[in-house]
């Protein structure tokens, strides 16, 4: 994306229009797309051995900077299953070789179900991994990049935020697992350059798995983010930013999510390209409803939390595929703060006789951003290092007969320590370490929960009963610090 000739402006005694506590923002984006030129492409999120046949929308990677003096915040939405904790590592050394010191970024994947396997976990068989390594590290500098353009296209900005609560909202998420708790807020925030009214980039937040297409498409594409961005840069300019939320379980797959076609009056299918277009434009309408009533900010700070943190490793699966090499090194395993790579032989039902890596937890981390005007918090950003249960979220845990831990202690709800009206969760933020599950809820073992004839879905993509535990005592650190 080229970049803005930066213009100065001076006032007759040589003092610049804008102060030095002026917010600025910047925008830039990058394609993507892996280039199939015949070698395999594995597809993410549907089982093994799903290879793609073409492209339908290139991915991207857009970013989003944000300055304020001498502090720089750059947050990046990815059109990808999901990057390690590892891989963004990588990205921010590459990022901070050319950018101002002390800038911080923020990587989150939207978590389409269409695009390359960055994870290793959809290969051509088990422990096979997926990851094709050179696209990888492309994409590792090809992010670092962009977020560097975001800074370096940064000027004098104003920000509104816009919040929608709309009944139609809850419509558009389908639940399949008890609890039936949803997280349909949607949360818009928009920057709009100081010296043209024109838009630098809009921010969606919104939890809904990016998966309409489903498993039998072998096209790469966005899913309906590619639509709601669509949607917002032809009615409002610049560049639109989607964030997933609390995904959790949320699916608008099923008949639960149901859009009418106002061209043929009758339903559009299921895992098709119809369904996928008409759930992505009515986000992108309800986005611009809720600009349209938007609160503008004059934000003047915003500090930045991180926190560095190490979660239970419970996962059988999971420890079998570090040891075969299928996170091709990009997910190591620790215990006591150290990077532990050992295994052991072990036999396993459902693998027989294989390598098993023995290493206590993951690393992974928490951050929260809170946006300022004249020392009033005004707005948040969350981020989540994976897929978190609504009702993590919102509240709703709930005990059923047949859980694991039915008496677990109940997890802290996440947006009861938040403090303003604009809440932005951005999901998978900085790595994807899969479902975080309410431990009460936690379900691997028959009997199975409610007494269902059938295991529920979720724990096998899980790290583990504690994981949920673990992250969200962290972010409520975080947020509870003076």
Known sequence: MPRSLAITIFLTIAVPLFSTDTLRAGAAQSVITPELNGHAVYLAGFGHNRVATGVHDDLYARCLGLGIAKQTLVVCSVDLIGLFYDDVLTIRRAFQHTTPAGSVLIVASTHTHAGPDTLGLYGPKPLESGIDGKYLDWVDQRIAVTAADAVHAMKPARLEFGRDDHPLLVMLQGVDRPPIVKDPFLYVMRLVARSTGETIATVVNWSDHPEVLGRKNTKITADYPHWV?????????????????????????GHQVALTDPETGKIAE???WRKAELLGTEIGRLAEHALKRAQPANVDSFPIRTDTVFVPMHNPNFRVAEAAGVFAGRKPFYTNGDPDPAV???????????????????QTEVDYVLLRSNGVPVAEIVTVPGEIYPELVNGGVARYPGADYAE?????????HLRTKYQFIFGLGNDEIGYLIPKAEWDEKPPWLKNAAEP????????????????LRALIALISRQ
């Open 270 to 272: 299921d895992e098709t």
């Open 456 to 471: 529920w879905y979720g724990e096998v993509n899980s790290v583990g009963p504690d994981a949920a535990a673990a992250v």
């Open 344 to 362: 052991e032989m072990r036999e396993l039902p459902q693998f027989g006789r294989v390598n098993y890596a023995t290493g206590h937890n993951i």
């Open 408 to 416: 677990a202690p109940i997890e802290p709800v996440l947006r009861e």
């Open 229 to 253: 961005r669509g949607y917002l840069e032809k009615k409002m300019g610049g560049m639109t930013l989607f964030f997933s939320g609390s995904i959790g379980k949320v699916s608008p797959l």
